[in-house]
Every structure is written in structure tokens, then in C-alpha cells.
């Protein structure tokens, strides 16, 4: 058995002893009843009652009241300063510099995990609505970015033209007076002298 093999083996009887541990805390509420009490019990019964005021001390239900602890330590009690608002979440400064560039700054608004998708700007919302604004959001960006763009080369093609015009203008007079100069030939004549 190679150690991959033994970790899942681990990890199933892990989680199986987990869930049967939780199984055991919680009652089932839709357990079905015995058929004797149903067919025994009348149409008009009222709810069972809470256990008499003298009933015995419950130890489990004693252990699952939720109860504020006792502040009798010096580091259990707050100050002012603990209960001012400098550590509020509007207060606290960003983790990092590089948020300010993320969607929303990087904060994760959100409203009922469970429910809405991951990055939903307002609440029950479908994963599709989301992927439509998104998209309709980035076209928009795109097209705002390529007519900026555009504009762009538009105006470096124009300004090639106007210089390309002025240009062949130039040299169009350059050909032309070559053309007229293309009967004259230049040379230097020495004379040798014999003798």
C-alpha cells in the first residue's frame, strides 16, 4: 500500500468517525413516530409541554446554553480604546496597494455566500446576470479603448499624407528641374601638351 493510498484510507475513516459523531448530537426532526402513538394520539391534542419546573438537572442542556463568560480577568475587559471605532472595517487600510487596481478593490461585498455567486454586486443575483454586466461592462471598455485607438492612427495617417504631399511636391520640383538640367553634361578638360 504506497502512502497516497493510506492517507485516503486515513482520511475516510476520519471523516466517517466525523460525521457519525455529528449524526449522534443532532436528533433527526423528521423521525417517524411509533404507529401505536399516532393511532393513539386524538385529532385535537395539544403540543406536548415543557418538562415541569422540577425536573432533574440536564447536563447536556446545561452544556449547550450559549452564556456570556465572566469579564473577571484583567484582559477580558474593554477599554476605551478597545470600543472606539479605530478598528472598525471602514477604518482598516488595505492589505496590499495592488487592490485599488481589483474589481471593488478587492473587497468581497457580498451578501449571502451560500446563495449568491462569488463577486455578486448586489443580491440574488444568477451567475448569468453577472457574466452579462461583466461583459457588457468590458465591451464598452473595449470599444471606449479601439476609438481611442482609432483616432490614433487616423490622425498618423493624415499626418503621413500631409507630409507625403508636401514631400512628392518637393520632389515633384526636384524631377523637374533634373529634367530640365539633363541636357547639360559637366566635365573638366585638361589639355595635354605634347611635345
Not at 417517524?32 to 386524538?42: D, G, L
Amino acid at each position: 500500500m504506497n502512502v497516497s493510498t493510506r492517507f485516503m484510507v486515513v482520511a475516510l475513516g476520519l471523516g466517517a468517525v466525523g460525521l457519525l459523531a455529528l449524526h449522534s448530537q443532532e436528533p433527526c426532526p423528521s423521525a417517524p413516530q411509533p404507529a401505536k402513538a399516532i393511532a393513539a394520539a386524538p385529532q385535537d391534542a395539544k403540543p406536548p409541554q415543557k418538562a415541569p419546573k422540577d425536573a432533574p438537572f440536564d447536563a447536556v442542556q446545561d452544556a449547550q446554553t450559549p452564556r456570556q463568560p465572566k469579564a473577571t480577568r484583567p484582559e477580558q475587559k474593554k477599554n476605551k480604546h478597545d470600543e472606539s471605532d479605530i478598528f472598525s472595517e471602514e477604518k482598516s487600510p488595505p492589505s496590499s496597494p495592488a487592490l485599488e487596481q481589483q474589481p471593488s478593490k478587492g473587497r468581497m461585498d457580498g451578501f449571502d455566500f451560500s446563495r449568491d455567486p462569488l463577486g455578486a454586486p448586489k443580491p440574488k443575483m444568477t451567475l448569468e446576470e453577472i457574466m452579462k454586466a461583466d461583459i457588457e461592462a468590458k465591451t464598452t471598455a473595449l470599444m471606449t479603448a479601439s476609438q481611442k485607438l482609432g483616432e490614433k492612427v487616423y490622425a498618423a495617417q493624415q499626418a503621413e499624407q500631409a507630409a507625403g504631399a508636401s514631400g512628392a511636391a518637393d520632389s515633384a520640383s526636384q524631377q523637374s528641374s533634373k529634367a530640365a538640367d539633363d541636357d547639360v553634361v559637366d566635365a573638366e578638360v585638361k589639355e595635354v601638351k605634347k611635345g
